[in-house]
């Protein structure tokens, strides 16, 4: 029996199919490339889900797992909804809701799991185009840090994921029969996504890059040769060098500038460069925090509580100009409290530990979404730590609408690649 023609066999046919991975191609190919970009494939996503739902047609069986991580993603999206809402009216449960409304997508991939070289494919022209735009606004428009259509960090952060994404895919990518074709498509596209952060200056991303070697490593690098592993080390280090002593990617610039911060603001207490606003905004929270440790201060009253420090001299009056602590962690801890904070570690650290069982299946499709799906939540946690990312509409649908996407792929392949072993053993 040939093993391919049997997992063709039993993945999803039809319309339905093909559309979720039209879906699903269009969330990674148009991401950062076109206004809301991030937005128009999980809305097509969502509004098949609400079909399919309202014919009731019947979901895959969930295991306990897939209930696991659908708990994460509503615990969130109610607590800070409802919370918000209560505080805010309506408005505040905008962001929050996306949390939900990831909930059909997922239970819709479940049952309809896009093809993988729609998903790679996608995900690869998405990171390729955000490079190649970054390059265009830092070369040709003179733009000293690429924004694209969001926000300077949101654009440098969500660029250096989805680059860094690519590189997950390299393990399906290997199993292919067009190897070469998909190897270098997904180099590519790690390339240029990783590219595109640098050229936004994003320094935040940058952190968490050891974190996210060690996922990769976990993954892939304990079956590689120790001369390949030693070739891929030096090949990263030749990049980062080349990187930082180009002028024209401004990474030497920014560097300086955040080191040059940090020493005024210990050695002369200035609090008006971008790091100085930082750490006054992280002290401002800590004094909230030791107040009101369990429930918080609330989303207006972080506002004006904040604006009261700085009015007492506590903090710069800057920092108290803006609505977030920029930083995840310390931004639910003073608004939410303790409560929040393990709301927030949980639709982290839930899908790290389900997607963790798969870094040594041995089916590369399934090993290569577990690396995907582990990725995502750690390099939000890194994010977390120099930005509030889930305040941003495009942090908030990033993370809720991918996480389905990848739980839903890794667990119906799992399942599918499980029933293939099966029939090879009657």
């Known amino acids: 029996m040939d093993i391919s023609k049997t997992r063709e066999a039993t993945l999803p046919a039809g319309p339905l199919a093909r559309y979720v991975s039209v879906c699903v191609f269009l969330m990674g190919a148009l991401a950062l490339v076109v206004p809301s970009g991030y937005s128009i494939g999980a809305a097509l996503l969502l509004l098949a889900s609400v079909c399919l739902l309202s014919r009731r047609v019947g979901m895959a069986t969930l295991t306990r797992q897939d209930r696991w ?29 996306r949390f939900l409304l990831a909930v059909p997508v997922l239970l819709l991939v479940l049952r309809c799991p896009p093809r993988l070289s729609w998903l790679w494919s996608g995900l690869a022209l998405g990171a390729i185009g955000s490079g190649s735009w970054a390059l265009w606004q830092n070369l040709a428009l003179d733009r000293a840090r690429a924004d694209g259509f969001v926000y300077v960090i949101q654009f440098g952060n969500l660029s250096m994921l989805m680059g860094v994404l690519c590189l997950a895919g390299l393990g399906w990518a290997f199993a292919q029969r067009r190897r070469a074709f998909w190897l270098l498509l997904l180099m590519l596209g790690a390339f240029l996504g990783m590219l595109g952060s640098l050229l936004s200056g994003s320094r935040g991303g940058w952190i968490g890059l050891p974190f996210i070697a060690f996922v990769l490593y976990r993954g892939y690098g304990r079956g590689l040769s120790l001369k390949v592993k030693a070739a891929a080390v030096a090949l990263l280090l030749a990049v980062v060098v080349i990187m930082y002593a180009t002028p024209q990617t401004g990474v030497q610039q920014r560097v300086h500038a955040g080191i ?21 905004m992280w002290r401002g929270a800590g004094l909230l925090i030791a107040e009101r440790p369990v429930l918080g201060w609330g989303e207006q009253g972080y506002v004006d509580a904040m604006q009261a420090l700085a009015e007492r001299g506590v903090i710069n009056p800057a920092a108290a100009g803006f609505d977030h602590a920029h930083n995840e962690f310390i931004d639910a801890t003073a608004k939410r409290g303790v409560v929040g904070l393990a709301i927030l570690l949980a639709l982290y650290l839930v899908p790290m530990r389900l997607f963790a069982s798969g870094f040594s299946h041995a089916d590369l499709r399934v090993r290569s979404l577990a690396v995907a799906g582990t990725l995502l939540p750690v390099a939000y946690i890194d994010f977390g730590l120099s930005q509030t990312f889930m305040a941003h509409n495009s942090g908030a649908m990033f993370y809720a609408f991918w996480l389905a996407v990848w739980w839903g792929a890794y667990s119906a392949y799992r399942r599918q690649s499980a029933a293939v072993a099966a029939s090879f053993t009657r």
Request: glycine letters at 14%.
């Open 69 to 97: 991580l659908i708990a994460a993603l509503c615990l969130y999206g109610l607590a800070v909804g409802v919370l918000s809402t209560i505080e805010l009216g309506a408005r505040g449960f905008d962001r929050p809701s």
């Open 260 to 280: 040059n911060d940090v020493a005024q603001y210990i050695g002369e207490g200035e609090r008006d460069t971008s790091l100085g606003l930082r750490f006054q």
